[in-house]
């Protein structure tokens, strides 16, 4: 009965031990964020921080923790310029403090409290004009 009350205590232990050494946007959220991208008319080159990265519509994976900036560009039209900022989720931290010391450093270090301001970018596009 002794010995079961042991492994019963280290489990426990041990699943206490790894709540206090994560955090809780790296549990819950991870470190990106999916983006859509459109564009009126479609079939815009997105590219993303100067690297073409498709054509819309489509959807990519970002890193939260940076902030990007996306260029739609389309033969006949003006190119349109979007920054994609990202902020610190409020709520996280809260929750992290509450947890300890280990979880803001854990958030902190990896940017997982981090979040994009938009998951949908759209560009509507006007046409270049003759000169």
């Known amino acids: 009965m002794k ?4 492994h019963s205590s280290v489990l426990v232990l041990l699943i206490v031990v790894s709540f206090i050494f994560t955090s809780c946007a790296t549990i819950f959220k991870g470190s990106t964020d999916d ?3 459109s564009s009126d008319p479609t079939g815009a080159k997105v ?3 100067g690297s073409l990265l498709g054509t819309t519509p489509f959807q990519l994976e970002l890193k939260s923790k940076n902030s990007y900036t996306i260029e739609f560009k ?3 039209y003006e190119t349109k310029t979007v920054v994609l900022n ?3 989720g409020g709520g996280w931290i809260v929750l992290d403090i ?3 010391l280990f979880p803001v450093i ?3 270090a990896t940017g997982n409290w981090y979040s994009l301001d938009q998951e949908h970018v759209n560009a509507v596009l006007e046409k270049q004009q003759n000169k």
Not at 3 to 6: A, H, L, M, R, S
């Open 3 to 6: 010995k079961f009350f042991f």
């Open 35 to 37: 983006v859509s991208f």
């Open 47 to 49: 590219y993303v921080n």
């Open 74 to 76: 389309k033969d006949g």
């Open 86 to 88: 990202n902020s610190v």
């Open 98 to 100: 509450l947890g300890g």
């Open 106 to 108: 854990i958030d902190a």
